[in-house]
C-alpha cells in the first residue's frame, strides 16, 4: 500500500498554542497537498507544496516537504477552538489520483 | 468556485437492496470524479476514478460488480452500491479534478453516510 502515515494521531492544545502534524509517504511524489475534514464532512483543500518546493505558507499554515526523508510536516500557528478537525495529507504520484495519510485529529480547547 | 455536491448526504437501507449516489460538480466540468469510502475514524481510501464516457478504473481489492460507476455526463457521477450489506455501512466521498491546467487539486463532496441493517 502506498498510504501515507500520519503522526501524531490525535493532538490535544490550547488556544494558541502552534500544533504540528507530521507525514510521511512511501515514493517519490508529484506533489503533497493537506486537507482539513471537519467531523462527518467533506475535505477542504488547505495547501499543496510541489515535489521542487521545501516550504509554503498560506495565512496561519506552514507547510515543509523533505524529499529526502520523504516527509512533510503541517504547522498551524496561534491555533483556535475553530481549527479543531482531523487534517490529512495526500500524495500525489504519476497520476492524478490521491493517496491519503492516515490522518491527525486535533483538538483545540478554549 | 469548483463545488461539489453529493446526494443523498445520508440514506439508510436493507440489506440486500442497491442504493445510488449521486456527485455533481456544480459549476464546472469534471472529466475526471474519484469515489472514496472513509470508515469512521480512519483515513479516506481511493475506490475509483471515473472517467465521463469510459469505465471506470478501480483500486485494487474494489468490486466492480458491487460498486457499480457510472459518468454519463461531465457534471455528474453516480455510484451504485449493488446487494449492500452492513459491512458496506460507511461514509462515501467523492471528489473532481478541475479540468484544463493542472489537475492537481481535488475538489470534495460533503460525503454520503450510508448505513444498511
Known amino acids: 500500500s502506498q498510504q501515507g502515515e500520519e503522526d501524531p494521531q490525535a493532538l490535544s492544545i490550547q488556544e494558541g498554542e502552534n500544533a504540528t502534524m507530521n507525514c510521511s509517504y512511501k515514493t517519490s511524489i508529484n506533489n503533497l497537498q493537506w486537507y482539513r475534514q471537519n467531523s462527518g464532512r467533506g475535505l477542504v483543500h488547505l495547501i499543496l507544496i510541489r515535489s521542487n518546493e521545501r516550504e509554503k505558507h498560506s495565512g496561519r499554515l506552514r507547510v515543509t516537504l523533505d524529499t529526502s526523508k520523504k516527509s512533510s510536516s503541517l504547522l498551524i500557528t496561534a491555533s483556535r477552538a475553530a481549527d479543531t478537525a482531523s487534517y490529512f495529507c495526500a500524495a500525489s504520484y504519476n497520476t492524478d489520483k490521491l493517496i491519503f495519510g492516515t490522518g491527525t485529529r486535533l483538538q483545540v480547547f478554549p | 468556485g469548483a463545488v461539489v455536491s453529493q446526494h443523498p448526504s445520508w440514506v439508510i437501507c436493507k440489506s440486500g437492496t442497491s442504493v445510488k449516489i449521486e456527485c455533481r460538480s456544480l459549476?464546472?466540468?469534471?472529466?475526471?470524479m474519484f469515489w472514496y469510502r472513509q470508515f469512521p475514524k480512519q483515513s479516506l481510501m481511493l475506490m475509483a476514478t471515473s472517467n465521463e464516457g469510459s469505465k471506470a478504473t478501480y483500486e485494487q481489492g474494489v468490486e466492480k460488480d458491487k460498486f457499480l460507476i457510472n459518468h454519463a455526463s461531465l457534471t455528474l457521477s453516480t455510484l451504485t452500491v449493488t446487494s449492500a450489506h452492513p459491512e458496506d455501512s460507511s461514509f462515501y466521498i467523492c471528489?473532481?479534478?478541475?479540468?484544463?491546467?493542472?489537475?492537481?487539486?481535488?475538489?470534495f463532496g460533503p460525503g454520503t453516510r450510508l448505513l444498511v441493517l
Open positions: 471528489s473532481a479534478s478541475v479540468p484544463g491546467g493542472r489537475k492537481e487539486t481535488q475538489y
Open positions: 459549476d464546472f466540468q469534471a472529466t475526471t
